[in-house]
Nanobody
Framework: QVQLVESGGGLVQPGGSLRLSCLVS????????MGWYRQAPGKQRERVAG???????NYADSVKGRFTVSRDNAKNTVYLQMNSLKPEDTAVYYC????????WGQGTQVTVSS
């Protein structure tokens, strides 16, 4: 059974940094394009970053230049380095395949506040 386990969230001040991790069990991350998504209260879930099978990356305009997605195939883990965080980045963050979504994990809460 495939499981997605996100971790690394927390409370951080504006301008701070966090590194999120997503452990994928039961499926090889190297075989799939993976994405990081977020959902803020009252808003739809949106994809903020993606990494393809060849390591190509893409980002939403709102996070471009601040977030970096990466992948460690040996650990079957996808990461999201978030720098220069803003209050509007506050959301629950999830990872998943870009296509053929797996069941969503529990996500990890990121709160940016002074």
């Amino acid at each position: 059974q495939v499981q997605l386990v996100e971790s690394g969230g927390g409370l951080v001040q504006p301008g701070g940094s966090l590194r999120l991790s997503c452990l994928v069990s039961g499926s090889m991350v190297s075989f799939n394009a993976m994405g990081w998504y977020r959902q803020a209260p009252g808003k739809q879930r949106e994809r903020v970053a993606g990494i393809g099978t060849f390591g190509d990356t893409n980002y939403a305009d709102s996070v471009k230049g601040r977030f970096t997605v990466s992948r460690d195939n040996a650990k079957n883990t996808v990461y999201l380095q978030m720098n220069s965080l803003k209050p509007e980045d506050t959301a629950v963050y999830y990872c998943n395949r870009v296509r053929n979504h797996l069941p969503w994990g529990q996500g990890t809460q990121v709160t940016v506040s002074s």
